[in-house]
């Protein structure tokens, strides 16, 4: 047993303090009567006056204190489980990251202003999951659909102008990135928060795309931040920014645009001057107003019982026969009486409650007699949902699961009853329970439940059968297990003796191959010795040739110096000719080193690029999703 409100308790005290009171009165009145009279002459001055019964009476009155402060402190005893389910709508937030949402009109400035005002909003949802889109000239989806709005904070802290490498304003780009990070399968009620400082500097139809939201039944609320009248958007380099004519660019808010868009998808504008973005109007007023929550998890709850009446009910009993006890004996069988009637009219409501409590268990007993008994079991579970303590409804599920060949469950639910004290119901999940291992092929473990059972029960002759039966089986099934091992080893051998024959032919094809192999490398070998023989014949006959020919030729330069100089002009024409020769090669044999060394700088410079990106994305939430965005040139990046 265990109490809501324990500090209730301290109220006994206080009781020590009525008790004294009562006391104090009670020898009060004697104190005063020994002075009037003498007591010997009470019976007859007073008759029928019992100090004792003001004692009982006291008594009454200080145990009815004792109960109504343990009744106060709300005493529960036993539980029941119950199904509960959680609904609430998706809402997406979409969060302007550009440089104008710098512009300090807004203090400490828009950004900020608007990141405060979401978290006050993440703080109102209690049961609706939020994602969160991040955008400026591009969007990327900072964090999923969630119900943790812790993480949700944490990723929505992180987000500057610097966190996305593209500026400007792409509206169209938020909503479609909100849209995919809905889920597609999902029935529950969607809705996109749009804050935003400025117009749409992309280009693109954004009317197009509330079209689609208003086709896909999504709500879009649209929040305006800023002075309408336009704010200075701060440099980094120092100042303001400035268009190409050296002005100051002011960004204002594009009401209509904003409001257009709400009205498209049935939602509503809103715009901020003062920092104030009616957050929680929107959340309250428009979106749990006007759109429809539904279940987003489920699952069950330990609720436990209130027993304050065990305790109310006698203390209102003793209060009643404390007014009702006569301080004179005579009347005292009155008292007597209306308390057996006072108990008689209190016990009357145990059979109405016993018959609510088993309305489960009399619907899973129809189903079970017409044989429905998958519909059987769902009736008994929810049963034991309300009462868990009750082994019988344990019993109940494991026989309906049972009798649907759902041996897993049956077992489970069987073990559960086995622990009940009363001796039938433990018989019967005992006996069941063996049946089940049966079923499930644990021959030994039912052989086990089934001597169980003889052992407590020894007159249970359907478990003697039902352990005979058990026992033959198990025998067959070693005989059984015996022979398959026996035909198992007859297999190995007969794959041994075949691996074996194996090995031995392979041994002798490769015998073979190597024999061959070697009168091949012989047969080589000697080809080899007599081309050399003849190449060393050929050798001497080419050496004679050409000592014969560089004879002629010394005769023919000697002719040709006598005639002029024409051989000079063929020397350097074949000079020429070797080095524009040489020069190709040449050029030909360097270029592959330095196309390889120009590849391997660019991927130096690439891989370094990606390095410096990824040291960017240290530690920030959310940026291992953004997209690998090449540098673009955006005239209107604020």
Request: glycine share 8%.
């Amino acid at each position: 047993m265990k109490f809501t409100d324990p500090d209730v308790l301290y109220l006994l005290w206080a009781i020590i303090f009525v008790a004294g009171l009562l006391w104090y009165g009670i020898r009060k009145r004697k104190i005063i009567f020994s002075l009037f009279a003498d007591p010997g002459i009470y019976p007859a001055i007073l008759p029928g006056v019992d100090h004792k019964i003001r004692w009982v009476k006291s008594g009454l009155i200080m145990v009815a204190l004792i109960l109504a402060v343990f009744a106060l402190a709300g005493p529960q005893a036993g539980f029941r489980w119950e199904k509960t389910y959680q609904k609430g709508v998706d809402i997406m937030i979409a969060l302007d990251c550009s440089k104008s949402m710098l512009a300090q009109d807004i203090k400490p400035n828009r950004l900020e202003r608007a990141k405060r005002e979401i978290i006050d909003l993440i703080r109102l949802m209690k049961s609706d999951r939020a994602g969160l889109v991040a955008f400026s000239g591009q969007a990327i989806l900072q964090c999923p659909l969630t119900l943790d709005h812790d993480t949700f904070n944490i990723f929505l802290r992180v987000l500057t102008p610097d966190y996305l490498p593209v500026g400007g304003t792409n509206l169209a780009a938020a909503i479609e990135t909100c849209y995919s990070g809905f889920e597609k399968d999902s029935d529950t009620d969607k809705a996109i928060v749009l804050i935003t400082d400025g117009e749409n500097t992309a280009g693109s139809d954004v009317e197009e795309i509330a079209k689609k939201m208003a086709a896909e039944g999504i709500k879009i609320f649209t929040i305006g931040v800023g002075d309408p009248a336009g704010a200075p958007i701060p440099d980094l380099s120092g100042g303001f920014k400035k268009d190409d004519t050296g002005n100051i660019i002011l960004s204002r808010v594009d009401d209509k645009g904003l409001e257009k868009i709400a009205a498209i998808t049935n939602g509503h504008y809103v715009r901020s001057v003062a920092g104030n973005m009616d957050l929680d109007q929107i959340y309250y007023k428009q979106i749990l107003n006007t759109m429809e929550r539904k279940a987003l998890t489920q699952g069950k709850k330990k609720v436990w019982e209130q027993r304050f009446q065990w305790f109310l009910l006698p203390c209102v009993l003793l209060l009643l026969l404390e007014v009702i006890l006569p301080l004179q004996k005579k009347s005292g069988r009155i008292g007597v009486v209306l308390l057996v009637l006072a108990l008689g009219m209190g016990s009357q409501v145990r059979p109405a409650a016993a018959q609510i409590f088993s309305s489960h268990v009399t619907k899973g007993l129809e189903a079970y007699d017409a044989k429905s008994f998958e519909q059987a079991k769902t009736h008994f579970i929810d049963a034991q949902l309300e009462n868990p303590d009750d082994l019988r409804l344990y019993y109940d599920i494991g026989t309906a699961a049972y009798m649907n060949e759902e041996y897993g469950p049956a077992e489970k639910n069987f073990s559960q009853a086995v622990e009940s004290k009363d001796p039938d119901l433990r018989h019967k999940a005992m006996y069941n329970l063996a049946n089940t291992k049966y079923r499930l092929g644990k021959l030994s473990q039912a052989i086990g439940g089934y001597e169980a059972i003889l052992k407590s029960f020894p007159d249970d002759s359907q478990a003697r059968e039902n352990l005979e039966f058990v026992k033959q089986k198990q025998e067959e099934q070693k005989k059984n297990d015996s022979k398959e091992d026996q035909k198992d080893q007859k297999d190995q051998k007969d794959q041994k003796d075949q691996k074996d024959k194996k090995d031995q032919k392979d041994k002798k094809d490769q015998k073979d191959k190597k024999d061959q192999k070697d009168q091949k490398d012989q047969k080589d070998q000697k080809d080899q010795k007599d081309q050399k023989g003849q190449k060393n014949s050929d050798q001497g006959k080419q050496d004679s040739n050409q000592n014969q020919g560089s004879k002629n030729r010394k005769s023919d330069q000697e002719n040709q110096n006598n005639q002029g100089s024409s051989p000079k002009k063929q020397k350097r024409g074949d000079s020429n000719g070797d080095e524009s020769r040489g020069d190709s090669q040449g050029k030909v044999t360097d270029k592959g080193p330095e196309e390889k060394n120009r590849a391997g700088k660019e991927n130096q410079v690439e891989s370094a690029r990606l390095e410096n990106r990824l040291n960017r994305l240290e530690d920030k939430p959310g940026m291992g999703m953004m997209p690998l965005i090449r540098q673009q040139n955006i005239e209107k990046d604020w």
